[in-house]
């Protein structure tokens, strides 16, 4: 039995919708995204969770300002859970 | 990951490329119609051909999967399509010695534009959220109003050509003045900062395409085009920029070490 607590079952929700959103625009998006998130700053995907700003310099590096549509497609993922404190607070700073 | 060497290198090899195909083209026309004809035809070999390699690489790369993956594939439709038009143009004209147009080849070229018109709904999807609707009309007014001239041109031609000739030069207006509205929706962004260069690349290649057919119709229309003409050199370029834009892509989707992966949804079961 996986006894998960809020911030774990948080942070694979934030992963998840990640993880769905870059591999719907395709493996090799989701591939450079979490090398470029290992070589700037040493984090992984789940690591976002808390990091958020890690992701979003990430995604401002591949598709320059105009990465929103991305981060609307990770949102609209996470929608229903978006009451969640810590993940109001990655959607907050994400959306900024 | 693309780092700003490789990208200035990018852009060096690019504006090589570009120069030394006008410096060919330049010393073609100095060398008589023969030659000029004979080296301008060859160009559309290996310029063309080096696109469909790199498309391929791209397309094999993203796996059809993904939005990434199904606009890449779009674009070999376009690659391919425009390859073997121009290789039958090179024989018809070539070999044959028979005038390129109409011929099977113009079914090629247009083949190429709806796979081009789709692709680039793809390529533009990451960044719709900065696309306005203000934007967009201004945009679709503009190519409406580059449309025009062109559509009055090419239905102004001959009045001996067949009705089907007359619709196959109609045809190249209306597909350019389509792939017009994404392409210059591109270069928007990069004008606002909001994409980088060579993303910008092939919206950038596009509208060099459809300056290139424009150039060609009024050309083929005072019977002023040559197989060598400045205009070849612009499709060249065009097809130039294409390749840079798709090699900058590869650039920044490279394989890479899977160590970088280990950690994700799954190392938190």
């Given at each position: 039995?996986?006894?998960?607590?809020?911030?774990?079952?948080?942070?694979?929700?934030?992963?998840?919708?990640?993880?769905?959103?870059?591999?719907?625009?395709?493996?090799?998006?989701?591939?450079?995204?979490?090398?470029?998130?290992?070589?700037?700053?040493?984090?992984?995907?789940?690591?976002?969770?808390?990091?958020?700003?890690?992701?979003?310099?990430?995604?401002?590096?591949?598709?320059?300002?105009?990465?929103?549509?991305?981060?609307?497609?990770?949102?609209?993922?996470?929608?229903?859970?978006?009451?969640?404190?810590s993940i109001e607070h990655f959607l907050m700073v994400i959306s900024e | 990951m693309q780092t700003n060497l490789e990208k200035s290198q990018i852009k060096k090899y690019l504006l090589l490329s570009i120069l030394g195909t006008g410096f060919i083209m330049?010393?073609?026309?100095?060398?008589?119609?023969?030659?000029?004809?004979?080296?301008?035809?060859?160009?559309?070999?290996?310029?063309?051909?080096?696109?469909?390699?790199?498309?391929?690489?791209?397309?094999?790369?993203?796996?059809?999967?993904?939005?990434?993956?199904?606009?890449?594939?779009?674009?070999?439709?376009?690659?391919?399509?425009?390859?073997?038009?121009?290789?039958?143009?090179?024989?018809?004209?070539?070999?044959?010695?028979?005038?390129?147009?109409?011929?099977?080849?113009?079914?090629?070229?247009?083949?190429?534009?709806?796979?081009?018109?789709?692709?680039?709904?793809?390529?533009?999807?990451?960044?719709?959220?900065?696309?306005?609707?203000?934007?967009?009309?201004?945009?679709?007014?503009?190519?409406?109003?580059l449309l025009v001239p062109s559509l009055y041109m090419a239905s102004g031609q001959d009045s001996q050509i067949s009705d089907f000739e007359l619709a196959l030069a109609l045809s190249y207006p209306i597909a350019d003045g389509i792939v017009l509205i994404p392409a210059l929706i591109g270069v928007i962004l990069f004008f606002r900062g909001e994409v980088n260069f060579l993303w910008?690349?092939?919206?950038?290649?596009?509208?060099?395409?459809?300056?290139?057919?424009?150039?060609?119709?009024?050309?083929?229309?005072?019977?002023?085009?040559?197989?060598?003409?400045?205009?070849?050199?612009?499709?060249?370029?065009?097809?130039?920029?294409?390749?840079?834009?798709?090699?900058?892509?590869?650039?920044?989707?490279?394989?890479?070490?899977?160590?970088?992966?280990?950690?994700?949804?799954?190392?938190?079961?």
């Amino acid at each position: 039995m996986f006894d998960a607590t809020n911030g774990e079952i948080s942070k694979a929700l934030v992963t998840l919708a990640i993880e769905k959103t870059l591999l719907n625009m395709g493996k090799p998006v989701l591939d450079e995204v979490a090398h470029r998130l290992f070589t700037n700053y040493k984090c992984f995907i789940p690591d976002c969770h808390e990091h958020p700003e890690y992701l979003k310099s990430v995604l401002k590096e591949l598709y320059g300002n105009c990465y929103s549509n991305i981060v609307e497609s990770i949102k609209k993922s996470l929608d229903e859970f978006a009451t969640k404190k810590s993940i109001e607070h990655f959607l907050m700073v994400i959306s900024e | 990951m693309q780092t700003n060497l490789e990208k200035s290198q990018i852009k060096k090899y690019l504006l090589l490329s570009i120069l030394g195909t006008g410096f060919i083209m330049l010393l073609a026309n100095f060398a008589g119609q023969e030659v000029r004809t004979l080296i301008t035809n060859l160009l559309y070999v290996p310029v063309p051909g080096a696109l469909v390699v790199l498309s391929i690489i791209i397309a094999v790369r993203f796996s059809v999967k993904g939005e990434h993956g199904r606009a890449w594939i779009l674009f070999v439709g376009v690659s391919v399509s425009w390859f073997i038009a121009e290789q039958i143009w090179l024989v018809n004209d070539l070999v044959y010695h028979i005038d390129p147009f109409p011929s099977l080849a113009d079914f090629f070229y247009l083949a190429g534009y709806p796979f081009l018109f789709l692709f680039s709904i793809y390529y533009l999807k990451p960044v719709k959220g900065a696309i306005s609707k203000k934007t967009l009309t201004y945009v679709s007014l503009t190519a409406i109003t580059l449309l025009v001239p062109s559509l009055y041109m090419a239905s102004g031609q001959d009045s001996q050509i067949s009705d089907f000739e007359l619709a196959l030069a109609l045809s190249y207006p209306i597909a350019d003045g389509i792939v017009l509205i994404p392409a210059l929706i591109g270069v928007i962004l990069f004008f606002r900062g909001e994409v980088n260069f060579l993303w910008s690349l092939i919206c950038i290649a596009i509208i060099l395409n459809v300056v290139a057919d424009t150039g060609f119709l009024i050309t083929s229309m005072n019977g002023s085009y040559y197989m060598g003409h400045p205009i070849d050199m612009l499709f060249l370029w065009a097809y130039i920029l294409f390749s840079f834009g798709v090699y900058s892509h590869i650039q920044i989707f490279k394989k890479h070490h899977p160590h970088i992966k280990s950690q994700s949804i799954d190392d938190l079961r």
